[in-house]
């Protein structure tokens, strides 16, 4: 039986800058390091102001609540597995200021094939598990249901290794790796009617 080390992140920037999140370390669960968090808010800017984020494959939430602290006006959090949601929830629940927010358990590439909200989304976080060539399906499903707002943003991490093609309708505005993996910012350019 494997012993899980506890693991600690902290939120980099805004207005909960410090706070730290404490989670069990294992092999499911690969927070975003705080090198590429920076990374991430130095291409998007500090200042998420009325942005509807989404983070898909929330595990820690680490970059919902980086959205959170940034000023974001709704953040919904996608995670399949039952313990990770409950944690993120417990963490938004000790948070002073309640922002609006919503909590799915379930398998993130279902979750956008079924999504008929309506909601379109600023700017959506996935950083699937590596080596399940999970990406590209998600990519061309989240075009297919249209849930970028005009402008839309991705923020996706992958293995470096793998062959990414960018759809057409998605401009690739920054990539960078460190270590084995990629961060790239892509943002829509045409939405279909």
């Known amino acids: 039986m494997k ?28 927070p975003t390091p705080d090198r590429a968090k920076e990374t991430l808010f130095n291409w998007l800017g500090q200042d998420l102001k009325k942005m509807y984020c989404l983070d898909l494959f929330s595990g820690t939430g680490a970059l919902g609540f980086e959205a959170f602290s940034r000023g974001a006006e709704k953040v919904t959090f996608v995670e399949r597995n039952k313990e990770y949601l409950q944690k993120i929830k417990n963490v938004y629940l000790e948070m002073s200021e309640k922002a609006d927010c919503d909590f799915f358990c379930a398998e993130c590439l279902e979750w956008i094939q079924n999504n008929n909200s309506g909601t379109k989304y600023d700017l959506i976080f996935i950083d699937p598990p590596f080596n399940k060539n999970l990406i590209h399906d998600l990519l061309a499903a989240i075009l297919e249901k249209k849930l970028l707002s005009k402008n ?10 793998l062959d990414l093609e960018i759809p057409e309708s998605l401009n690739l505005k920054k990539k960078k790796s460190l270590g084995k993996k990629s961060y790239v910012l892509a943002e829509v350019t045409c939405l279909s009617s």
């Open 3 to 30: 012993k899980e080390k506890k693991g600690e992140i902290r939120i980099i920037g805004g207005k909960w800058k410090g706070k730290k999140i404490y989670f069990d370390l294992n092999d499911d669960l690969r």
């Open 152 to 161: 839309g943003q991705i923020y996706f991490e992958f293995e470096k290794k």
